[in-house]
Structures are given as structure tokens and as C-alpha cells.
């Protein structure tokens, strides 16, 4: 069975509005148009009667973009986080788990911010819940 992480990994790599980036798991290189799924883990939230779960996976995308005092930078990628935003509200590609757990919803529960900023580049980060049902 695919872990949920490399599920994740390779459901953003499908985001058409993050072609050219470098993806990874649980590390965000320092250059420029990378891109990390950050595991954050699960959480049972109900128990039905046949044994099957409902659970919630907490996660962030982290992105590093150019950063600089130029408002054109910026707001381009401010841009980018909304296009992103979007794109996982569509619901057009939900992650496909594998064998017993099938994807229900995934939905943003805080959107794209600054996290960290120097002179030449910017960490934004999008926490993510991804609702899933796991049956055995």
C-alpha cells in the first residue's frame, strides 16, 4: 500500500499551475520553485458500525518562491498561491488512495501565507485536510 504521503506528493505534482518546480517530501530546498508535501498525520474522527474508518489527514504544500521589495514578484506570487487555492477547491483531482481507503474530500484550512522571508526568497504554506474513508 502507497503511503498517503507519496499519495499526496503525486497528486500535487499533477497541479497544472506548478509546472517546473521541484517537488519533495517533508524537505523545502532553499532555491527557488520548490515544493513539499509536510506531514502533519491522521485523525480518527468517527468509527462506523461495520469497522470502517473516517479519517482526516492534516498536511501542508510549502512553496519557495522569489521574494523581493519589486510589488510585481509579489503579487505574482500571491497569484500563484490563489491559482493553487483554487485548483485544490475544485475537487477537479482528489488524491487517489490505494487499496481499502478512498479519498472523500480535500479542503484548505488556512490559505497560502508568508511562513518565512529573507532578502532573495519566501516559504508560503498551505494547511490541508484531506477526509478520507478506510475500510478492511
Given at each position: ?40 498525520g491522521d485523525t ?87 477526509d478520507y474513508h478506510?475500510?478492511?
Open positions: 500500500m502507497t503511503s498517503i504521503s507519496k499519495t499526496l506528493l503525486n497528486w500535487l505534482i499533477q497541479c497544472p499551475h506548478l509546472g517546473g518546480f521541484v517537488f519533495s517530501v517533508d524537505y523545502l530546498s532553499e532555491s527557488p520553485f520548490t515544493c513539499a508535501i509536510e506531514n502533519s480518527l474522527l468517527k468509527t462506523f458500525s461495520d469497522g470502517s474508518l473516517l479519517k482526516r489527514y492534516v498536511f501542508l504544500i510549502s512553496l519557495r518562491l522569489p521574494y523581493a521589495d519589486d510589488t510585481d514578484v509579489n503579487a505574482t506570487n500571491a497569484e500563484l498561491i490563489e491559482l493553487l487555492r483554487q485548483w485544490v477547491e475544485s475537487g477537479i483531482a482528489l488524491p487517489r488512495l490505494d487499496g481499502s481507503r478512498k479519498s472523500i474530500c480535500c479542503r484548505i484550512l488556512s490559505d497560502g501565507y508568508v511562513y518565512y522571508a529573507d532578502s532573495m526568497t519566501a516559504k508560503y504554506q498551505l494547511k490541508l485536510a484531506l478506510s475500510s478492511f
